[in-house]
C-alpha cells in the first residue's frame, strides 16, 4: 500500500465545492490533491453528447458514465439495458435505476382481507427518492440546469420566525456573512441576471437591497422567451397567500454574451449536457486550480475510509482504491496523508464514506458523535402543471428555463405550510409527458396519452380534445399529422413548483447491510418519504395556483391525475413509489435533483455534525462543503450557495493554515 503525505490539504471530489476550495487555497500557494472517484475530465465533450443523443430517455444521467442506458442486453424485464449497481466502481443512485437501488420492504396481498400488508410500515415509507448525482471529474454540474438564486434572509430563521424547522447557526447574521461570498460565486459562474429584479424581490421580502451600489451581475440577464411573456403580460393582478405575483428573469449561469465560454445558443437540453459549453460546469474551475501550480488530481481513485489518528482524533489519512478501467478490477489501493482534509463528495457520498470509517473510538463513523451523519435528506419535491396557451408561444427554444415567479418564495403563510418558487419551463411538455414523442405516438397511433386526441375533460367541465373535429383516437398521417402536431408543440406551457422540504431524521442515506459495489463498498441506502402535512399543504396550494394562473392567461390546463397510489399484489412489491393521496387529491411528485443536508451545520455538536465554519465538532482538521451542510433547504435552487459556502470554507481552511 502506497503512502503519499506532501499535500496541505486533501480534498474528496470536484465537483463545484470541492472545486472551488482547491482554486482559492492553490492561489495562496497551499499544496492541495483532489481524489476524484470518477473518470477524468475528457478533452471535448463529443463521447458524452453521443451517448446522449443515442439515449433512449433522456434523464439528467444519461450522458455520463457509467452509462445507464444500453450497457447490458436489454430484455423484457430491463429494456433499458440498464447494469446493475453492483457490477459498477462508481455507481450512483440514477432517476433510472431507483428500483435497482432500494431494498423492498416485504409487502403482500391478503387475500383473505382483500388488502396489501405491509407488515406494520406506512405506505409512505415506500416513497422513492427521484435525484440523481455524478460520479465524473466535475460532478454533478455536468447537468445542472443553471438556475443560480441566492437564499433569502428568512431562509436562515424558520424555527424563529415561523416555528418550522431549524435556523442556520447565526440567524440572519449568517446570511450577511455571505453577501460577499455570494458575489464571489456569482463572479465565478459568470451569472446572468438582472440586479434590478432581485433588488426588487429583496426589497419586498427584508426591505433592503442585496448588492453593493458598485456590483452588478457579470453578464446581462438571458432573453425572456415568449413563454415566460406570456405569463408576465397575464398574472400581474394574482396574490397567492398576501403576496404579489410577478414573473422576473431568473439568475442562471450560462453566458448571455460571448466571453470565457460561448454564449447561449438555445439548444434546449441544458439539462442534462449543453453542447457548447455556454453553461458553466465546475471543469471550468478545476481547470483554473490546476493553473495555479499548486493543485493536482487523481481521477479514478475511490476513497474508501478516513483514518483517525486515535491519540488526537485528527484525520491522518484517507485511504483509496484505483481503477484502470470503468468497471473493471480494482489495481490497486492505496493511502494519503496531509494537514487538512474537505469532503467534498456530494450529500449521498459524503456520508456514505464517513459512515464507512468506523473505529473503535467512533463507532458511529467519522464525524458522527452526533448520530447526525447521513440523516436529514431533503431535496424540492417537485409538483408539476402543464397546459396548452391560447395562442402559441413556440417552446422548447432556448434554456430549460428563463423566467419564474420569485415573489412567493415567502410570507406569513410558511407558519402552515412550505413555501414554493415557480419555474416557468420553456421546454413544452417533455417533462410532463415525455414530449414531443408522447403527442407524435398519440396522432400516428391512435392513442391518447397526451389527453389530446380524445374527448376528455381536466375537472373543470372543459373539453381537453385539440381539434374536437377529429374522431377520437385519430390516426393521422401526411400534412394533417403535421398541422395537428405544429398546432399543439407550439402553445405547450409548463409550470414546476420547487416545494421546500423540512429536515425530518427518518430521511437519511445509511449503508446498505447486504448490496456492495464493484469495489466492495457497501452501497448507499436512501430512505425517503414526505411525512410533514406543512409539504402536503403546498402541494394543494400549488395546484389550485396553477388552475389561477392558466385561467389567467387564458390556457386550457393538461395537468393529468396521476390516480391512486397503486398497490402490487405479488410478494416483494411495493407502493407506487412517487404518488401519495392527500385531502382528496391524488398527487405525483418528482425530484429536482437538488440533494441536500446529511452533514448539517449547527450550533452545538449535539445537533450537527459541524461548526458554522464547516469544520467537523469531532475532527479539527476535517471540513466538509456542498449541499450536505445546509440545515434546511429553502426555495432556492442550491447550487450558488453551494459555492459561496465554498469560497467560506475556503477562508476558513487558510486561515487556520496559518494560523
Request: charged share 20%.
Amino acid at each position: 500500500m502506497a503512502t503519499t503525505n506532501d499535500y496541505d490539504v486533501i480534498i474528496v471530489g470536484s465537483g463545484i465545492a470541492g472545486a472551488i476550495v482547491a482554486y482559492n487555497l492553490g492561489k495562496a500557494g497551499k499544496k492541495v490533491l483532489i481524489l476524484e472517484a470518477g473518470p477524468k475530465i475528457p478533452a471535448d465533450r463529443s463521447n458524452y453528447m453521443e451517448t446522449f443523443f443515442k439515449a433512449n430517455a433522456k434523464t439528467p444521467e444519461s450522458p455520463y458514465p457509467p452509462s445507464t442506458q444500453g450497457a447490458v442486453p436489454s430484455t423484457d424485464e430491463n429494456p433499458l439495458g440498464l447494469p446493475d449497481p453492483g457490477e459498477e466502481n462508481t455507481p450512483r443512485y440514477t432517476v433510472l435505476q431507483i428500483g435497482s437501488w432500494r431494498k423492498p420492504k416485504q409487502c403482500y396481498f391478503d387475500f383473505q382481507q382483500q388488502q396489501p400488508n405491509l407488515q406494520g410500515d406506512s405506505p409512505d415509507a415506500n416513497f422513492a427518492y427521484g435525484s440523481s448525482y455524478e460520479r465524473i471529474g466535475g460532478g454533478t454540474t455536468w447537468h445542472w440546469l443553471g438556475t443560480s438564486l441566492r437564499f433569502l434572509p428568512n431562509d436562515f430563521i424558520l424555527q424563529s420566525k415561523y416555528g418550522v424547522g431549524v435556523d442556520w447557526p447565526g440567524g440572519k447574521a449568517f446570511y450577511e456573512k455571505l453577501v460577499p461570498y455570494y458575489e464571489q460565486a456569482t463572479n465565478e459562474i459568470n451569472v446572468a441576471g438582472s440586479k434590478a429584479a432581485l433588488d426588487k424581490l429583496y426589497q419586498q421580502f427584508d426591505g433592503q437591497q442585496t448588492f453593493g451600489p458598485d456590483y452588478d451581475y457579470p453578464m446581462p440577464a438571458i432573453v425572456e422567451s415568449m413563454v415566460d411573456r406570456d405569463f408576465a403580460d397575464n398574472v400581474t393582478s394574482m396574490h397567492i397567500d398576501g403576496e404579489p405575483v410577478y414573473v422576473t428573469p431568473t439568475p442562471q449561469g450560462r453566458n448571455s454574451r460571448p466571453g470565457e465560454r460561448r454564449q447561449c445558443a438555445g439548444n434546449t437540453n441544458c439539462i442534462p449536457i449543453c453542447p457548447i459549453q455556454a453553461k458553466y460546469d465546475a471543469t471550468v474551475t478545476i481547470a483554473r486550480a490546476l493553473q495555479t501550480g499548486n493543485v493536482e488530481v487523481w481521477y479514478q481513485h475511490v476513497v474508501s475510509k478516513v483514518l483517525l489518528d486515535p491519540d488526537t482524533d485528527e484525520v491522518s489519512g484517507v485511504e483509496y482504491i484505483t481503477y484502470a478501467e470503468q468497471n473493471g478490477p480494482a489495481t490497486g489501493t492505496g493511502t494519503v496523508s496531509a494537514k487538512k482534509y474537505v469532503m467534498a463528495a456530494h450529500a449521498i457520498e459524503t456520508p456514505k464514506l464517513l459512515l464507512m470509517s468506523k473505529s473503535d473510538k467512533f463507532p458511529n463513523g467519522v464525524a458522527n458523535s452526533s448520530g447526525q451523519v447521513g440523516k436529514n435528506l431533503m431535496d424540492h419535491i417537485m409538483y408539476l402543471a402543464w397546459g396548452l396557451a391560447k395562442d402559441p408561444v413556440f417552446p422548447y427554444r432556448g434554456p430549460l428555463s428563463t423566467s419564474g415567479i420569485e415573489s412567493v418564495r415567502d410570507g406569513a403563510f410558511r407558519s402552515d405550510r412550505a413555501a414554493y418558487r415557480i419555474e416557468i419551463g420553456n421546454e413544452g411538455w417533455q417533462w410532463a409527458t415525455g414530449d414531443p414523442f408522447t403527442t407524435l405516438a398519440d396522432y400516428v397511433f391512435g392513442q391518447n396519452n397526451s389527453q389530446t386526441n380524445a374527448t376528455s375533460t381536466n375537472g373543470q367541465g372543459k373539453n381537453l380534445k385539440f381539434d374536437p373535429s377529429l374522431p377520437d383516437n385519430s390516426k393521422l398521417f401526411g400534412q394533417q399529422l403535421v398541422d395537428t402536431l405544429n398546432g399543439i408543440y407550439t402553445r405547450q406551457v409548463r409550470l414546476g413548483y420547487l416545494i421546500e422540504q423540512l429536515p425530518y431524521e427518518g430521511n437519511s442515506v445509511e449503508l446498505s447491510e447486504t448490496l456492495t459495489d464493484n469495489l466492495g463498498l457497501p452501497r448507499p441506502k436512501v430512505n425517503y418519504q414526505i411525512p410533514e402535512d406543512y409539504v402536503r399543504n403546498a402541494f394543494v396550494s400549488a395546484k389550485e395556483v396553477s388552475t389561477e394562473i392558466f385561467d389567467a392567461i387564458g390556457a386550457t390546463e393538461y395537468t393529468q391525475d396521476p390516480g391512486e397510489p397503486v398497490f402490487y399484489p405479488e410478494p416483494g412489491k411495493e407502493l407506487t413509489s412517487t404518488n401519495f393521496q392527500y385531502q382528496g387529491n391524488n398527487f405525483k411528485f418528482y425530484g429536482a435533483g437538488h440533494i441536500v443536508g446529511t452533514y448539517r451545520m449547527g450550533t452545538e455538536k449535539e445537533n450537527s455534525v459541524l461548526n458554522d465554519r464547516q469544520q467537523s465538532w469531532d475532527h479539527s482538521n476535517l471540513y466538509m462543503v456542498g449541499s450536505g451542510v445546509f440545515p434546511t433547504l429553502t426555495t432556492a435552487n442550491p447550487t450558488l450557495t453551494i459555492a459561496a459556502l465554498a469560497f467560506n470554507a475556503a477562508d476558513n481552511i487558510l486561515e487556520d493554515l496559518e494560523s
